[in-house]
């Protein structure tokens, strides 16, 4: 699509920077518990031990801060400058180490015991080449014994354009615009809000990855699925999930 020339890795986060943790956060979702965070981080304490950890795709530092409270060491990985900001100004911030950067480029000398891909993080590397050297880095990334783990939706099941209402507020209106193309398994979103004084968009570009592909990508990285969830709390995944919480660790079966 012309309308996405000139989006970047870093277009969408420093775009809706200002007003994400207001009207994107999880917990805001219809989809997700008003305890997702909270049950996020109990998972991943509980992988972590003592950490260290890494966060790719830490945002606004959602999950990075609430797992640093649980006495966790965490390293965020953010290539949007302006969620950085948003991230460093919030209490604990300042002490959380950060790297503003493409996980896939950026160095880092750290082997970690975990690291974690949370709210459809992975799909925001917009190609399958890409997909496949996150994977690849992760690897690379990971102590022996390491954990990898990845919270992603399950892509839709035909082609899809379609208008959604996420929240109708007495001062906004929040909605998505999107069309998935199945045969590349690629969508194109524009977040749209309207306020009084104006209105915003907020473009993104993904390309959804199937459980079972996911996997092969793991595989050829020299990872093995360890567990599956339809959530956070273990959840059975199934058919009818709308998502699911993937760990990976090293070496074969």
Do not use: C
């Not at 959602?62 to 006495?71: T, Y």
């Not at 990971?142 to 992603?152: F, K, Q, S, T, W």
């Not at 306020?195 to 959804?208: A, I």
């Amino acid at each position: 699509m012309a309308w996405m020339e000139g989006f970047s890795a870093s277009s969408y986060g420093d775009a809706i920077a200002d007003v994400y943790d207001e009207l994107f956060v999880p917990d805001g979702f219809e989809m997700y518990g008003a305890t997702e965070t909270a049950d996020t981080v109990e998972f991943l304490a509980a992988v972590a031990g003592g950490g260290p950890a890494l966060e790719v795709g830490a945002g606004t530092g959602r999950v990075a801060l609430a797992l640093r409270e649980r006495g966790v060491e965490v390293t965020a990985v953010e290539v949007s400058a302006q969620m950085v900001e948003r991230l460093r100004a919030k209490p604990g911030g300042a002490e959380l180490r950060v790297i503003q950067g493409d996980f896939l480029t950026t160095p880092d000398p750290i082997r970690y015991p975990l690291i974690f891909a949370v709210f459809n993080t992975v799909i925001a590397f917009q190609s399958q080449e890409r997909q496949l050297a996150f994977f690849a880095r992760a690897r690379e990334s990971l102590a022996d014994g390491g954990r990898l783990v990845i919270e992603n939706v399950v892509p839709p099941s035909a082609q899809q354009d379609a208008l959604l209402l996420r929240r109708l507020a007495f001062d906004h209106v929040l909605a998505s615009a999107f069309s998935y193309d199945r045969a590349s398994q690629v969508a194109h979103k524009q977040h749209i809000l309207l306020r009084e004084g104006g209105m915003r968009f907020f473009p993104l570009v993904s390309r959804h990855i199937w459980p079972s592909e996911m996997d092969l990508m793991a595989r050829l990285a020299g990872l093995r699925l360890q567990s599956r969830h339809g959530g956070w709390s273990g959840e059975r995944y199934t058919a009818a999930s709308a998502r699911h919480v993937s760990t990976y660790t090293v070496g074969d079966a």
